[in-house]
């Protein structure tokens, strides 16, 4: 089975600033990667996905992910920052094989908090 | 536009009654979902449907039901068995469970609170 590990919980940074949103998965086989966003009371969305091919992937609102299969890491990165991203992120994981369940497996959440 | 309708938004229960939160999409998917989700814990699966007239427990399912009747509707009850029932609860679906691309559509959520 697969399992996701969201390395912080909170994450405060200043408008304007780079930030990263660690994600950690584990899986004997091949996944797919995916970020979500949550602003408040409202459901999730996706920002971007990594099914193949190139390890750096693009989302919308200015946002990447890099996939780095050694290190079975998915981090979501920024340069810059603005008030409108304070949010819940969630890293989830869903196998890339057949033989288990398809079903996305969600992290923990990390709150973004940006400040003016 | 294509989505996912959640009913009601806000809901309020006493202690003891069932409630039964509304799920409905037009996307055409052939899987739904139901998630609870709790400050700190993320998203816990509580059922999901592959198909018509067809569901299976997920990681939580003590204490809920469901039905898949109808394609657009995946309908959650909570039941009085649910020993604590406070939490935010999301509705979701994709094209297909059999697919590890399984991209989920999400509802906006409705929020239980048991007085």
């Known amino acids: 089975a697969q399992s996701v590990t969201q390395l912080d919980s909170q994450v405060p940074v200043f408008e304007e600033a780079p930030v990263e949103l660690r994600c950690n998965y584990s899986?004997?086989?091949?996944?797919?990667l995916f970020w979500y966003v949550q602003y408040p009371n409202q459901g999730l969305q996706l920002l971007l996905k990594?099914?193949?091919?190139?390890?750096l992937v693009k989302g919308i609102n200015g946002f990447e992910a890099e996939f780095n299969k050694s290190q079975t890491s998915f981090h979501l990165r920024k340069p810059s920052v603005h008030i409108s991203d304070t949010a819940e992120y969630f890293c989830a994981v869903s196998l890339g094989a057949s033989g288990g369940s398809y079903i996305p497996t969600f992290g923990r959440g990390t709150s973004l908090i940006v400040h003016p | 536009d294509g989505g996912i309708t959640q009913s009601p938004k806000y809901l309020f229960r006493k202690e003891g009654q069932n409630v039964t939160l509304s799920c409905e999409q037009n996307l055409n998917h052939d899987a739904m979902y139901w998630y609870r989700q709790d400050p700190g814990q993320g998203l816990r699966l509580i059922y999901y449907s592959q198909i018509v007239n067809d569901f299976q427990k997920g990681d939580i399912a003590e204490g809920y039901s469901v039905s898949r009747e109808k394609k657009e509707s995946f309908p959650l009850t909570v039941t009085s068995a649910q020993k604590n029932p406070t939490a935010f609860y999301l509705c979701?679906?994709?094209?297909?469970?059999?697919?590890?691309?399984?991209?989920?559509?999400f509802g906006a959520g409705s929020r239980l609170t048991v007085l």
């Open positions: 899986s004997s086989v091949s996944v797919y």
């Open positions: 990594y099914l193949s091919g190139s390890t």
């Open positions: 979701a679906s994709s094209i297909d469970i059999g697919i590890g691309a399984n991209v989920l559509t």
